[in-house]
Nanobody, 124 residues
Framework: QVQLAESGGGLVRPGGSLRLSCAAS?????????MGWFRQAPGKVREFVAGITGTGWNTRYGDSVQGRFTISRENDKNTVYLQMNDLNVEDTAVYYC????????????????WGPGTQVTVSS
């Protein structure tokens, strides 16, 4: 079993930045696991934000965050990060970290483990 815990969410003004972290414990995901960030706003489906392969060599981003967000991982620390810059009100959501083996980075159905989420609110 893999346990994931997100942190770093909060309230930020438009144009601001936040850095989310996802710490893994238990059967910690190593290079076998791809990691992803998804988000879900009230009344909307869970949306792909960013994903990274097990080695960290390949990343992928959702269209709405391309160029503003950066995903990275440190396998020796069992942690994945999401640097979010130039935030806008449409980025307001609960952000979830996921881990999975096989499948594709953007496919929410192929992630096996999820954290409880962290709230990000962008407001002036």
């Amino acid at each position: 079993q893999v346990q994931l815990a997100e942190s770093g969410g909060g309230l930020v003004r438009p144009g601001g930045s936040l850095r989310l972290s996802c710490a893994a414990s238990g059967d910690t995901p190593d290079e076998r696991y791809r990691m992803g960030w998804f988000r879900q706003a009230p009344g909307k489906v869970r949306e792909f934000v960013a994903g990274i392969t097990g080695t960290g060599w390949n990343t992928r981003y959702g269209d709405s965050v391309q160029g503003r967000f950066t995903i990275s991982r440190e396998n020796d620390k069992n942690t994945v990060y999401l640097q979010m810059n130039d935030l806008n009100v449409e980025d307001t959501a609960v952000y979830y970290c996921g881990a999975g083996r096989g499948g594709t980075l953007a496919n929410v159905l192929t992630y096996e483990y999820w954290g409880p989420g962290t709230q990000v609110t962008v407001s002036s």
